[in-house]
């Protein structure tokens, strides 16, 4: 028991939690353009599939790394983390990118074949385009550039 205590207080206190669950709409959004790419390059509804559910996995993720993102900045950084007002808003832009992409996809399940594909394809590389300006911007917290 002491050794699970340890754990949670190592995973708690002694490191944050955010960068921790920051990774994985980052990586998740990543592997959701690539396999889209891939089924775009292969003509594969598998790859799309697989687009799919990560791109729906980064949607729920990004709630996470944001509710740990939030609780960082009023622990850690006592609310006044550097550019945390431009994190809050471009995490809430992209949840509800991930969000609607996750969304519109399952209610449509051809939406890959259908009319909006170029809107489909493009909404992909805009929630990687906000993933990579929230990266550089917790890189501003962390190494102070």
Avoid: C
Avoid at 15 to 20: A, E, K, N, V, W
């Amino acid at each position: 028991m002491a050794l699970i205590k340890e754990i949670i207080h190592a995973l708690l206190v002694v490191q944050p939690p955010h960068p921790l669950f920051v990774h994985f709409p980052i990586a998740l959004i990543s592997a959701a353009l690539f396999f889209l790419l891939l089924a775009l390059w292969r003509k594969s509804d598998l790859y799309e599939k697989i687009a799919f559910a990560n791109i729906s996995l980064a949607a729920v993720s990004t709630i996470v790394a944001g509710i740990v993102g939030f609780r960082d900045n009023v622990v850690i950084f006592k609310g006044i983390a550097p550019n945390y007002i431009a994190k809050i808003v471009i995490a809430s832009a992209l949840f509800i990118l991930t969000g609607a992409i996750a969304i519109l996809r399952w209610r449509n399940p051809h939406l890959f074949h259908g009319r909006y594909k170029a809107l489909y394809v493009a909404a992909h590389f805009v929630a990687f385009a906000l993933v990579a300006v929230q990266g550089f911007l917790g890189g501003i917290i962390v190494y102070g550039f």
